[in-house]
């Protein structure tokens, strides 16, 4: 253990913000972050799989922030483009890359994830299988430079599986425990792994659902929180951070009683 | 189908409160996809709901919420012309732009505004009488009319549109996008002259003489005082601060400390603002604020005293407020004088209570400022208060005066009418911008300004 503190405190030394690069900026939460770390000086890749949206928003942010930014298609669930994309990413940035925001993610209604087999499958396609895709290869890239961050956007939901939101669950599940392995791996080449598990953020996700008011996070407050933990280096934030300590009892149910629950 | 949510929503005063199908598009397509989609009879759009009344909700139609359209476009760092989206808040213009030595042309009392909700509005400053309305310094907008296509417009291109958008309040069609002009500052300091001014009479003088000297001038009235003393008042008036004039203090010129913001977590209940407490209020403004000259004060505690409280407007209760915004020509001084005087003996008291000198009106077909005075009030919601209100319309109409559609709730379509005379001219533009009438409003239909029933 001391040996590995010893190997990351000697990364190689990074000198000004550099280049980070967010995917699935059509989120609110994700085109928040880049905001956050635009205002921060870094400039940015941004990407997603709408591309008109995707130059709107990275010309509002050079705009704002007087970053350079640059825009590129992303598609979760085409696998094999994932490999250009992330070389492309890896050139354009141009040796400043700083690390990396995981901002897609999808959910649908649990009915119809129940209901139609492709949803479910879309579900673990695109928060797990493309994330793994993505993230081995920049975690290597970033093995060989020795210096990055990874930020994950997971969930609360994969705390506990829960009967009204299992299969998205169980997707935001896998992405917390392979981001957890990712770090442990990266952790002696001085990369850091940020695993996000965002409670309610107001986002098209979450718009038009029944979520008690005071519970719910704006997207710039989550995307803060976020930046900060990135910073402060932790390995899991809470956003916001109280429902750490609601995931805490909600996972302190003895599964007896928490199957006849509904919640 | 896109997705909306019923809810029930008010205007920054509460009241009315109604059921309307709000969307919120986080795309530049999502807010023609809504419309050619058509679920809803006639929508409305909505900015931050800053307006008071119910001139952007919609009961039985849709309400299209424009905050997630949020993007800045272009911004020339030599003129100050920036290009964005509806959805961009003032205060995001500030936090931009005011470090880079720009600030807004013309701001209302909160920067939690959108521009397309200052465009709807034809919204007015504290420097109405020198710079005019926020408007005047639009150079150009894309509409999203109600038949779906976009058109561009300025006041040299499609100027009929322009002006009947200005001031529009939304029934023209959804702005998508405005270049607007901003102001060269070098610093983000404001010096404010402060006058105590014991009755009505002597205020209107003391603006008089002054108002041309200063950029900004705005004045306090106290509603509760009475005969000799009704009108007793505080004018502050300001200007922008040179940088070579900002004493060394204040560290950087172009940035201002951070503030912290306090909130109001739920609705107060409504006996907390009673005509004894908001008098001791009133008393107590007037003590703190005696006569003097040149007070440095930052911009956001010079426009925005009152943004540093989150939701202040719960603290009239659940019940909600009117806020009534009357302007008189400057031969109706009379109205003036004779709302103030209805106002002090109801007992309905004001909280805030603010006079202005307005300059010559924009050309906006229903923008609201004209050559004259306009005072401000707020009247929480009591029993009688409709009366109240269409009684205090009668007067205000009586003079020649109009009220403010960013401000109404009850104001009656004859009424509207006499105080808006160009009132038909918007009628036909509206009418070939939109033959099926899919835009519409709860203030629309009260006032007269679009057919139906102002709740299903
Ligand atoms: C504390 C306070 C102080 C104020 N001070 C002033 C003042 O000094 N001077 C002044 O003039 N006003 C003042 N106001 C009123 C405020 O400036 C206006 O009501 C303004 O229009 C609110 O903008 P909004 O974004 O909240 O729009 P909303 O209130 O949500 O909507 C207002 C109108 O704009 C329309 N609209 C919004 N977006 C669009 C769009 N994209 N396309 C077409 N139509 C659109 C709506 O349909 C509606 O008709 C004040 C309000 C408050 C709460
Ligand atoms: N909002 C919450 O309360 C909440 C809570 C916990 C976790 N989260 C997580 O936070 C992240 C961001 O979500 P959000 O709330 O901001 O909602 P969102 O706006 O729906 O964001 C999801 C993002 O993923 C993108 N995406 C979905 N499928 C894709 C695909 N096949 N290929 C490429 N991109 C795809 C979306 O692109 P399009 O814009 O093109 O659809 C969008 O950018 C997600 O991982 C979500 O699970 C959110």
Redesign the interface.
């Known amino acids: 253990m001391s040996n590995s503190v010893a190997i990351a405190a000697t990364a190689a030394p990074v000198s000004g913000p550099g280049t980070v690069i967010v995917i699935g900026v ?1 989120s ?1 939460i994700a085109r928040a972050l880049a905001g956050e770390f635009a205002k921060h000086g870094h400039d940015l890749i941004v990407a997603s799989r ?1 591309i ?2 995707t130059n ?2 990275a ?2 942010l050079s ?2 922030h007087n970053v350079k930014v640059i825009s590129k298609y992303f598609e979760a669930e085409i696998f094999g483009t994932h490999a250009t994309f992330v070389d492309e990413c890896i050139r354009d940035a141009n040796g400043s890359l700083d690390g990396v925001v995981i901002g897609f993610g999808f959910m649908d209604e649990q009915s119809v994830a129940e209901a139609k087999f492709e949803v479910a499958r879309r579900t673990i396609d695109v928060n797990v299988t493309a994330t793994i895709s993505v993230c081995e290869k920049f975690a290597t890239q970033f093995e060989t430079t020795r210096r990055g961050f990874i930020i994950g956007i997971s969930s609360v939901a994969g705390d506990r599986g829960r009967q009204t939101n299992y299969i998205y669950g169980a997707s935001k599940a896998a992405m917390t425990t392979y981001l957890q392995g990712l770090r442990n791996r990266l952790f002696k080449s001085g990369v850091h792994v940020l695993t996000v598990k965002p409670g309610f953020v107001d ?2 996700m979450t ?2 659902l029944p979520l008690p008011g005071p519970l719910v996070a704006t997207p710039e407050a989550a995307a803060r929180a976020i930046y900060n933990a990135n910073e402060a280096k932790k390995n899991t934030a809470y956003v916001p951070w109280f429902w750490r300590y609601i995931m805490l009892i909600i996972g302190s149910i003895p599964e007896f009683q928490f199957k006849k629950m509904k919640l | 189908m896109p ?3 019923k809810q029930k929503i008010a205007g920054w005063g509460g009241w009315p409160r109604v059921e309307c199908a709000v969307f ?1 598009p ?4 999502g807010i023609a996809d809504v419309l050619a989609n058509g679920e809803q009879p006639h929508y409305i759009a909505r900015g931050l709901g800053r307006s008071y009344g119910d001139v952007a909700v919609n009961p039985g139609g849709g309400v299209i919420n424009t905050t ?1 359209l949020n ?5 020339d760092e030599n003129a100050g012309v920036l290009e964005c989206e509806a959805g961009v808040s003032l205060e ?1 213009i500030l936090e ?1 732009f005011v470090p880079r030595g720009w600030f807004l042309p013309v701001t209302p009392g909160t920067k939690f505004v959108t521009v397309g909700g200052a465009i709807a509005n034809d919204v007015h400053g504290k420097n109405h009488h020198i710079d005019g309305t926020f408007g005047e310094h639009v150079d150009r907008i894309t509409l999203l009319t109600p038949t779906g296509s976009i058109i561009t417009c300025s006041p040299k291109q499609n100027e009929d549109v322009f002006w009947a958008t200005v001031g529009g309040i939304g029934l023209t069609g959804i702005i998508l996008t405005a270049t607007i002009r901003l102001q060269r500052i070098t610093s983000a300091y404001i010096k404010v002259d402060y006058r105590q001014c014991t009755n009505l009479d002597a205020l209107l003088a003391a603006i008089r003489e002054t108002d041309d000297k200063y950029k900004y001038s705005v004045a306090w009235v106290d509603c509760i005082a009475k005969g000799a003393k009704l009108g007793r008042s505080v004018l502050m008036s300001g200007d922008h601060v040179a940088a070579n004039e900002l004493p060394s203090q204040y560290g950087h010129a172009l940035s201002i400390p951070h503030k912290s913001k306090k909130n109001v977590p739920f609705n107060l209940p409504g006996f907390l603002l009673n005509p004894l407490s908001i008098g001791a209020f009133n008393k107590l403004f007037y003590a703190v604020h005696p006569s003097k000259q040149g007070q440095i004060t930052d911009y956001d505690k010079y426009f925005y005293p009152l943004d540093a409280i989150h939701n202040w407007n719960r603290g009239y209760g659940k019940n909600g407020f009117a806020q009534y915004q009357a302007t008189f020509p400057h031969d109706g001084v009379e109205g003036l004088v004779k709302l103030l005087e209805k106002l002090s003996a109801s007992g309905r008291a004001s909280f805030l209570a603010v006079l202005k000198r307005m300059g010559p009106g924009s050309k906006g077909l229903l923008s609201h400022p004209i050559d004259g005075w306009t005072l401000t009030l707020d009247i929480p919601v009591k029993d009688g208060i409709v009366q109240f209100l269409n009684e205090s319309d009668e007067l205000v109409a009586q003079y020649n005066g109009r009220l403010y559609t960013a401000k109404d709730s009850c104001t009656r379509p004859e009424v509207f009418a006499a105080m808006y005379p160009r009132i038909k001219e918007f009628k036909a533009i509206k009418a070939k911008l939109d033959p099926a009438g899919k835009l519409s409003s709860r203030l629309a239909r009260r006032c007269g300004i679009v057919e139906g029933p102002v709740e299903p």
């Open positions: 059509t609110a709408d008109e949206e709107a928003i010309t509002d705009v704002r986002t098209k718009f038009g | 997705a909306h949510v919120r986080e795309k530049r397509r997630r993007r800045m476009i272009a911004f995001e931009t």
